[in-house]
């Protein structure tokens, strides 16, 4: 299948952009790295009348750390990001779930802004942002705001951008010392899409457990934080008994359905499984 007939646009300034935008409404759709959208585009399960490209409006691909964020430019490649020392070490849980998104040929062109605007319920960073409580800046004709992740999420591939706005940069909290990080995945192969996901931040005091935060991907319509299963790590040194008691919470807060690779029960399964992972190796890293 190829795209069908449409008109390709490349502003070269977000106003441009979002003048594009207000003048196409609903026929128009903004491509950036095109690792989601062309498949779309080529299958004609979307099919807008103009692609308004972004590609020429470079200051969106910067990074940048203040204000207790990793701040990055919509246009920031995952590639370009997976390779920033000072992100990486901001936010470890960048470091650890950017080799899971597809192929090194993929990262080399997917975006970040990108990969949050597509809002796949399976993807990585939808499921960083997520767990960590990050933030999407939302830019439209009135101007930019800051959109919360748990409100940006809505549904499966749905977000709360409006048809007019552009999301133009993210903000994934970064940790002082004493967090840790953690991240499990099990995929078909490498590269595919995930069956299940969890992250994990924990900060440690005095080798105790003092905040958790874990989140759970392509088990629901969005991706999810799970705040009962983290509570149960809180004011231990993750022992087996706290381990089995947050498996057994993030058991219970998931609802997955049946799919091609693995049946609901079994994705509620590698919940339990991941987030006793994913909350070892996050212990591990901040207790060290």
């Known amino acids: 299948m190829k795209p069908a007939p449409l008109r390709l646009e490349r502003p070269h300034s977000l106003e441009e952009a979002l003048a594009l935008l207000a003048e196409h409404g609903d026929d ?6 095109g690792q989601s959208l062309v498949a779309l585009l080529n299958f004609r399960l979307a099919a807008p009348a103009v692609l308004v490209d972004l590609g020429q409006v470079p200051a ?38 950017l080799p899971h998104v597809g192929h090194v040929a993929t990262r080399n062109r997917g975006t970040v802004g990108g990969s949050i605007a597509h809002a796949d319920a399976a993807a990585e960073l939808p499921l960083l942002l ?47 010392d004493g967090w840790g990080a953690g991240f499990a995945e099990v995929a078909p192969r490498h590269g595919d899409y995930a069956v299940c996901a969890v992250a994990c931040a924990l900060r440690v005091e005095g080798g105790v457990v003092s905040e958790a935060r874990i989140g759970a991907g392509a088990v629901s319509d969005r991706p999810l934080r799970l705040p009962a299963a983290a509570r149960m790590l809180a004011g231990s040194r993750c ?43 996050a212990y591990g890293m901040a207790a060290a």
């Open 28 to 33: 128009a759709k903004v491509i950036a790295g």
């Open 60 to 97: 969106l691909a910067l990074v940048d750390i203040a204000e207790g964020s990793v701040r990055v430019g919509a246009l920031c490649t995952q590639r370009a990001l997976e390779r920033h020392a000072e992100a990486r070490a901001a936010c470890p849980l960048l470091g650890l779930a």
């Open 130 to 176: 997520q767990t960590l409580g990050g933030e999407v800046e939302v830019t439209g004709p009135s101007g930019a705001r800051l959109v919360a992740a748990e409100d940006f999420f809505v549904s499966h591939l749905t977000s709360c951008l409006e048809a007019d706005e552009i999301v133009t940069e993210v903000r994934f909290p970064s940790g002082a």
């Open 239 to 281: 022992e087996p008994a706290a381990l089995a008691a947050a498996t057994d919470e993030a058991r219970r807060a998931v609802e997955p359905s049946d799919g091609l690779h693995a049946s609901a029960e079994y994705r509620r399964h590698l919940t339990g499984v991941l987030v006793r992972r994913a909350a070892v190796q």
